[in-house]
């Protein structure tokens, strides 16, 4: 198999039926392995392209990460479980050659206009910021992740402004931009750009554990009550942590307009590196 290309301004480069990860496609597991929001962006590209009619939306992606998605290049396989005119289901899978190493199913819903009630619950309060706080990198900078023997992967390609939090206590908050495209060339939507993030609450809520160990994530369910708007998407996350080594990241996701969706990962305790 062919290594990862040098880095780009993409995730991934389309090469016929294959998508090609880039270096700053990587995780920071080490082991040539992607990091979870390369994938789940690049899934949820691929559910968009499937999708029947584009009139839809994307409400609901579930991602059970099989294995790891190495740094390989990767085959997607669709198909349409449910056609309808109001509800959809379309399947995507992700191949390393023969080996499926991820699936998802993309829960597709057409909107329509209506007026809410004055009764209706509101949202979570916004976080502050974006505007007003400055913007690093994950670890507060590319720096710092080299100091922490951490390879460079989207992690570090990533913007990131801190509203509350520190790395590895558990629980944090924080805007994130991702500045680059997740397949060169084609713009991304906001519904990829809510997919590519999505898998960050366990990077920001993230628990740190003695001896080098810390909590991977096996799955990812993302809810979207509407398409985000803008490029800085806010991630309030908590880790809810057993001593079986297993636990749950419940995260919340804001735009510069209030709360839009919400994302749940199962977790289990794992080495760094």
């Not at 995730?11 to 995780?27: I, T």
């Amino acid at each position: 198999p062919r290594n990862c290309l040098p880095m780009t301004t993409a995730l991934f480069v389309r090469e016929h039926d294959l998508y090609v990860p880039q270096a700053n496609a990587a995780g920071p597991w080490g082991g040539g392995a992607l990091h979870g929001g390369s994938t789940a962006g690049l899934i949820a590209h691929v559910l968009e392209l499937a999708r029947p009619d584009e009139g839809m939306v994307l409400s609901r992606i579930t991602i059970d990460l099989f294995r790891v998605v190495p740094s390989r290049p990767l085959r997607a396989v669709t198909e349409v479980v449910r056609p309808g005119k109001r509800i959809q289901v379309v399947q995507a899978s992700l191949w390393d050659g023969d080996v499926e190493v991820c699936r998802a199913l993309g829960l597709m819903l057409r909107t329509s206009e209506i007026a809410l009630p004055t009764h209706a619950p509101t949202a979570a309060e916004k976080p502050p910021g974006p505007d007003g706080i400055e913007a690093t990198s994950l670890r507060g900078s590319v720096a710092d992740a080299d100091a922490m023997r951490l390879p460079p992967g989207l992690h570090t390609t990533i913007e990131v402004k801190r509203v509350s939090g520190e790395m590895g206590r558990g629980a944090g908050c924080a805007w994130i931009r991702v500045p680059v495209e997740v397949v060169e060339g084609v713009p991304m939507t906001p519904s990829v750009r809510a997919a590519t993030v999505s898998d960050f609450g366990n990077g920001i809520g993230q628990l740190h554990l003695p001896d080098g160990y810390g909590f991977i994530n096996a799955d990812i369910t993302l809810h979207l009550a509407r398409e985000p708007q803008g490029e800085w998407i806010n991630v309030d996350a908590k880790t809810i942590a057993t001593a079986a080594g297993l636990g749950t990241v419940e995260t919340l996701l804001f735009d510069a307009a209030g709360a839009f969706g919400q994302v749940s990962q199962s977790i289990l305790a794992n080495r760094f590196g």
